[in-house]
C-alpha cells in the first residue's frame, strides 16, 4: 500500500478547558496532566476521555474522512455507510469501552493497525485473490477475457461452492477472507465472533449467515465492533506457551509484537511494518502519551528514536521533491525555449 500518513498536525488547539490555575484540564473529568514535569500540560487519552477530532487529526486529513471511509463501497457499487468524522470516532469510543480498550496507549496502537490494515480507512474488505484447489492464485488464463476470468473468480469464491471444500484452507480463506477495519479471516473466528458453531455448514443461499457475514464489511458499526472485539479476544500468534494479548503487548509499547499478533509477521514490505510504526508515532502524539503517569516512560523512550528517525526520513522526501520539481521546471523552460526559437525561425504563412 503505498500512501502518505499525514503530518500535518497544525491543528494543535486543546478542546479542554482552562482550569483557574491555567493547567488544562478535561472537561468531563477535570484530569491534570499526570507525569507532574510535561511541559505540555496536556492530559493523556485513558479513560473517561474520549479520542476526539484534535487527537484524530494528527493521524489523517478530517476533511477527507467521509470520502476515505466510502470509497471502497462506492467502487463496488454499493449504497456507502456514510459516517462523518464525528460519528465514526463516537462509535469507535463505544466500541473501544466496550471491548476493554481504555488505556491510551492501547488505544494509539489499536487505531495505528486499523489506519494500515484499512488502507487507511478506505476499505473494510480484505483485497480478495482467491486460490484454486492446488493453492495457486487464480490467474487469468490465455485467450480468456476479462470478464470471464471474472466469472471464474466469482464462482470460485461463491457461497454456494463452499461445501465440498469443507475443512480445506483453501477454500476456507477464499470464503471466510478479511473484513472489519482490522481484517477478520477463517472460519472459526467467523464462528467465534458471530457466535455460530459449524459456520461453514451454515453458509447456504436460504440461510441469513451469509448476510451476517457481509454485515461486518458493510456497516460502520460492525466493522468498529468485530475490530475491538478481534483485539480484545485474538491471542498472540505463533502461540507460546504463555499466549500474550494484544492489550498486554501494546502496554509493553511492543509494535512489533501488535505486527506480529496481527499479520503474523513483522516482514516490512508484507507486513507494512514501517508504516504502522509511523501511524503509532503520530497517533500517539495526538493521544499525548507522553503525559501518561503509567505509560509516559516506555512510550518516551520509543518515540524519541522513532521521531528522529521519522524527521530524517520526511526531510528526504522533501529533499527528493524539491529536486524532482527543478528537473521538471528545468524540463519545461528547455521546451518553451525550443518552441521559441522554432517560431522564430518558421516563416509566416508556413
Not at 455507510?81 to 496507549?105: P, Y
Not at 471444500?165 to 467467523?190: C, E, M, P, W
Request: hydrophobic share 25%; with cysteine; charged share 35%.
Amino acid at each position: 500500500m503505498n500512501a502518505t500518513i499525514n503530518n500535518d498536525s497544525t491543528s494543535k488547539n486543546d478542546t479542554s478547558t482552562q482550569s483557574q490555575e491555567g493547567e488544562k484540564t478535561n472537561s468531563d473529568a477535570n484530569i491534570k496532566c499526570t507525569t507532574g514535569n510535561c511541559p505540555c500540560k496536556y492530559e493523556c487519552y485513558c479513560d473517561p476521555k474520549d479520542v476526539d477530532e484534535e487527537a484524530f487529526s494528527h493521524l489523517t486529513n478530517l476533511k477527507e474522512f467521509v470520502t476515505s471511509l466510502t470509497s471502497n463501497e462506492k467502487a463496488k457499487h454499493e449504497k456507502p455507510d456514510k459516517k462523518d468524522i464525528k460519528d465514526f470516532l463516537k462509535i469507535l469510543n463505544t466500541s473501544m469501552r466496550n471491548h476493554g480498550i481504555t488505556e491510551c496507549i492501547v488505544k494509539a496502537h489499536l487505531i495505528a493497525h486499523m489506519y494500515v490494515e484499512s488502507a487507511y480507512f478506505k476499505k473494510t474488505l480484505e483485497d480478495q485473490y482467491p486460490f484454486d484447489e492446488n493453492g495457486k492464485i487464480l490467474k487469468r488464463k490465455k485467450g480468456e477475457t476479462k470478464e470471464q476470468w471474472k466469472e471464474r473468480r466469482k464462482q470460485q469464491t461463491a457461497y454456494m461452492d463452499w461445501p465440498p471444500y469443507h475443512g480445506d484452507q483453501i477454500a476456507d480463506y477464499n470464503v471466510f477472507h478479511g473484513r472489519g477495519y482490522i481484517q477478520l479471516t477463517h472460519s472459526k473466528n467467523y464462528a467465534k465472533y458471530l457466535k455460530i458453531d459449524d459456520i461453514a455448514e451454515t453458509v447456504e443461499p436460504e440461510n441469513d449467515v451469509e448476510d451476517k457475514i457481509e454485515e461486518i464489511r458493510k456497516t460502520v458499526d460492525k466493522s468498529v465492533d468485530v475490530t475491538c472485539w478481534f483485539w480484545e479476544n485474538y491471542p498472540f500468534r505463533p502461540k507460546p506457551k504463555n499466549p500474550e494479548i494484544l492489550t498486554l503487548l501494546a502496554r509493553k509499547n511492543d509494535i512489533k509484537g501488535t505486527t506480529r499478533g496481527i499479520t503474523g509477521g513483522t516482514d516490512p514490505k508484507a507486513t507494512s511494518y514501517n508504516e504502522r510504526q509511523d501511524a503509532l508515532g503520530l497517533i500517539g502524539e495526538g493521544l499525548h502519551i507522553e503525559c501518561c503517569k503509567k505509560y509516559s516512560g516506555v512510550w518516551n523512550a520509543w518515540h524519541a528514536k522513532w521521531r528522529s528517525t521519522y524527521d530524517k526520513k520526511k526531510a528526504a522526501e522533501k529533499e527528493k521533491q524539491a529536486k524532482r520539481e527543478a528537473a521538471k521546471a528545468k524540463r519545461e523552460a528547455a521546451k518553451a525555449k525550443r518552441k521559441a526559437a522554432k517560431a522564430k525561425h518558421t516563416k509566416p504563412g508556413k
